[in-house]
């Protein structure tokens, strides 16, 4: 099996580079040994003043179904600016509604997951960042809350096609870009 190359990408004005993918790699690899959610802090490097190279912050590691990931970046010339978590489970979509919702925040201006079902890291990035998409994105986590309240065998994974509705309807309003790394 050939391994695809892994390159620099990116995803409107940020530069994500190799060394950064390769970390988000790593943590999914950590996910997939150890069935928790592994996580870390997306950072600006502020040293860089030709491109916005996204480095690693702090990372953190949750249980199998959710993670809290620290605003923390590693150096002072590093400013948070997202974050990057893994799911366990691969599901048809890399985000789940809480998922979305939480990058909708007006703080959050990049956010990646890793371990859908092709096991690709998806990341969206905000185009307007004086405004939040949570609106758009509350409406999923509540169907998500419905669901749970009626099967205590419940997953957190809401039905994918509502997801990805959501997601079309903030790229197609230029609310978000959306990159498959």
């Known amino acids: 099996m050939s391994r695809k190359r892994i390159r620099e990408?990116?995803?409107d004005s940020f530069v994500i580079p190799v060394s950064t993918i390769e970390k988000m790699n790593e943590l999914n690899h950590n996910t997939y040994k150890t069935g928790k959610e592994h996580g870390?802090?997306?950072c600006l490097d502020k040293t860089d003043k030709k491109e916005m190279k996204i480095v690693p912050g702090k990372s953190s590691v949750g249980d199998e179904i959710s993670i809290w990931v620290p605003e923390t970046c590693n150096k002072k010339e590093h400013k948070y600016i997202?974050?990057?978590h893994t799911h366990p489970r691969p599901s048809e979509t890399a985000f789940s509604a809480m998922d979305l919702f939480s990058s909708c925040s007006v703080r959050s201006k990049l956010d990646c997951v890793g371990?859908?079902?092709r096991g690709e890291i998806v990341c969206f990035a905000k185009k307007n960042q004086k405004e939040s998409c949570q609106k758009d994105a509350k409406a999923l986590v509540e169907l998500e809350n419905m669901y749970s309240e009626f099967d205590e065998e419940y997953d957190g994974d809401i039905i994918p096609d509502a997801v990805i509705k959501t997601v079309d309807k903030l790229v197609e309003n230029k609310f978000?870009?959306?990159k498959i790394l």
Do not use: Q, V
């Open 40 to 42: 870390m802090a997306l």
């Open 115 to 117: 371990m859908n079902e």
């Open 82 to 84: 997202g974050s990057f």
């Open 176 to 178: 978000i870009s959306k």
């Open 9 to 11: 990408e990116r995803l």
